[in-house]
C-alpha cells in the first residue's frame, strides 16, 4: 500500500492559540508527534528545512532524536537547501543520523526556495564561483556530499601519523545513498535527478505552468522521471513522493479551523515565483469520504509511491494526530498502491 508520511514545516511564535511559542516547543512536539504517527501506521516522519526564519533549520540532532524513540517509522527531511551546506559536515551528520535510525533516513535535498534572507547562505560562508549560480552551487555541493557518503576518499592521510593514501569521512552508513530525495520542481530537473540516480521528491507547487491541472502536470512529471531513470539504466527501482495538504473535517475543532477554506482553497493557484510563473496545488479539505475521492482522481498521487500531507504543525500533537488517524484510516485506502 501507498506510504503515507506526514511533514512538519516547524513553524514557531509566540502568537494567540498557537501550541509552539518557543523554539524549544516545535523542536519537542515534532519527536513527539512522531512517537504517535508511528504507533498509529503512519510510515514518514518529514521536516522542512529554512534558515533565518522561525521554523525548523537545523535538522540532523531532531532527526536523531526521532530515530531514537522510534523504531519503524521512516525520517526525512523535504527539504535541506544545500546552498547552506559543508558536503563533509552533513556527510558525517547524516551517517550518525542513520546509524541511530537503522536505516531509515530519507533525506530530500535541493537548491532551496525563496526566501527570508537574501543570499542567505552566503552568511554561512559559501558563495557562488565566478560564472556560478546558485543553483550551480547547490548541486556542487550535493556532488561532493554523495561522494562523501558512498565512502570517496575526500583528505589524505598525514605520513606522521604511519598512515598513507585517502580518507574517507566517518561514520559510513551503507545504503545512505539509494535513500538521497532531490525536490525537483520542474519536469526538466525531475530528468535531470532520474540521471543522477537520485529519488523524486516533488511538493505542492511547480516552477512552471502549461494550463493543465496541477495533478496533470505533476504526473508528467513523475512519467518524464521514469522514463529517464530507465533511459540511464539504473538497477534499482526509485522511489517518488508528492506532498499534499490534507485535511479532514472529522469534528468541530477541525471544521472551526478549516471549514470555511474547504470551498476557496479546492482550486489551483497560478503565481509568480522566481521571475516565472509557478502551478501551486490544491488543498483537499473536506470529509474523509469526500477527501479520498477527489484524492482516487488524482493523477500524480495515484503515480506517487509516497505522499506527504504537511500539517499545521501550530496546532499541536494531539489535533495533528487525529488528523494523521483519520488520513490513515479513511483515506488511505482510495491512494492507491
Known amino acids: 500500500m501507498k506510504r503515507i508520511g506526514f511533514l512538519s514545516f516547524g513553524h514557531w511564535q509566540q502568537v494567540p492559540g498557537s501550541f509552539t511559542p518557543t523554539a524549544q516547543d516545535?523542536?519537542?512536539?515534532?519527536?513527539?508527534?512522531?512517537?504517535?504517527?508511528?504507533?498509529?501506521?503512519?510510515?514518514g516522519a518529514y521536516v522542512r528545512v529554512h534558515h533565518f526564519a522561525r521554523q525548523l533549520a537545523s535538522p540532523f540532532p531532531l532527526l536523531a532524536a526521532m530515530a531514537a524513540r522510534?523504531?519503524?517509522?521512516?525520517?526525512?527531511?523535504?527539504v535541506i537547501d544545500m546552498r547552506y551546506e559543508n558536503s563533509l559536515a552533513m556527510a558525517e551528520n547524516a551517517a550518525a543520523a542513520d546509524l541511530i535510525s537503522d536505516g531509515r533516513l530519507q533525506l530530500g535535498i535541493s537548491r532551496g526556495?525563496?526566501?527570508?534572507?537574501?543570499?542567505?547562505?552566503?552568511?554561512?560562508?559559501?558563495f557562488p564561483l565566478e560564472g556560478q549560480t546558485d543553483a550551480d552551487l547547490a548541486r556542487q555541493t550535493t556532488d561532493g556530499f554523495r561522494a562523501a557518503i558512498a565512502g570517496a576518499a575526500v583528505a589524505r592521510a598525514n605520513p606522521q601519523m604511519g598512515a598513507a593514501g585517502g580518507l574517507a569521512i566517518q561514520p559510513q552508513s551503507p545504503g545512505l545513498g539509494d535513500r538521497i530525495w532531490?525536490?525537483?520542481?520542474?519536469?526538466?530537473?525531475?530528468?535531470?535527478?532520474?540521471?543522477?540516480?537520485?529519488?523524486?521528491?516533488?511538493?505542492?507547487?511547480?516552477?512552471?505552468?502549461?494550463?493543465?491541472?496541477?495533478?496533470?502536470?505533476?504526473?508528467?512529471?513523475?512519467?518524464?522521471?521514469?522514463?529517464?531513470?530507465?533511459?540511464?539504466?539504473?538497477?534499482?527501482?526509485?522511489?517518488?513522493?508528492?506532498?499534499?495538504?490534507i485535511l479532514p473535517i472529522i469534528d468541530d475543532e477541525t471544521r472551526h479551523y478549516f471549514g470555511l477554506r474547504a470551498q476557496a482553497d479546492a482550486k489551483d493557484q497560478v503565481g509568480h515565483l522566481d521571475g516565472g510563473l509557478a502551478r501551486f496545488g490544491r488543498s483537499y479539505i473536506g470529509e474523509p469520504?469526500?477527501?479520498?475521492?477527489?484524492?482516487?482522481?488524482?493523477?500524480?498521487?495515484?503515480?506517487?509511491?509516497?505522499?506527504?500531507?504537511?500539517?499545521?504543525?501550530?496546532?499541536?500533537?494531539?489535533?495533528?494526530?487525529?488528523?494523521?488517524?483519520?488520513?490513515?484510516?479513511?483515506?488511505?485506502?482510495?491512494?492507491?498502491?
Open 26 to 43: 516545535v523542536l519537542l512536539q515534532t519527536i513527539d508527534l512522531a512517537v504517535a504517527a508511528e504507533e498509529m501506521g503512519v510510515d
Open 113 to 126: 526556495s525563496p526566501e527570508t534572507a537574501e543570499r542567505g547562505y552566503e552568511s554561512f560562508g559559501h
Open 182 to 245: 532531490w525536490g525537483a520542481g520542474s519536469r526538466a530537473t525531475a530528468v535531470w535527478t532520474a540521471e543522477q540516480g537520485m529519488n523524486l521528491m516533488s511538493s505542492t507547487l511547480l516552477t512552471e505552468d502549461t494550463g493543465v491541472p496541477f495533478d496533470e502536470l505533476q504526473a508528467e512529471q513523475i512519467a518524464m522521471y521514469r522514463s529517464a531513470w530507465a533511459e540511464a539504466g539504473h538497477t534499482r527501482v526509485p522511489r517518488v513522493s508528492v506532498s499534499r495538504s
Open 289 to 337: 469520504d469526500r477527501i479520498a475521492a477527489e484524492l482516487a482522481e488524482d493523477a500524480a498521487v495515484q503515480a506517487a509511491d509516497t505522499v506527504l500531507v504537511t500539517i499545521p504543525n501550530q496546532l499541536g500533537v494531539g489535533f495533528n494526530a487525529r488528523i494523521l488517524e483519520s488520513i490513515v484510516r479513511d483515506i488511505r485506502p482510495a491512494l492507491g498502491d
Open 70 to 78: 522510534t523504531s519503524r517509522i521512516e525520517i526525512g527531511t523535504g
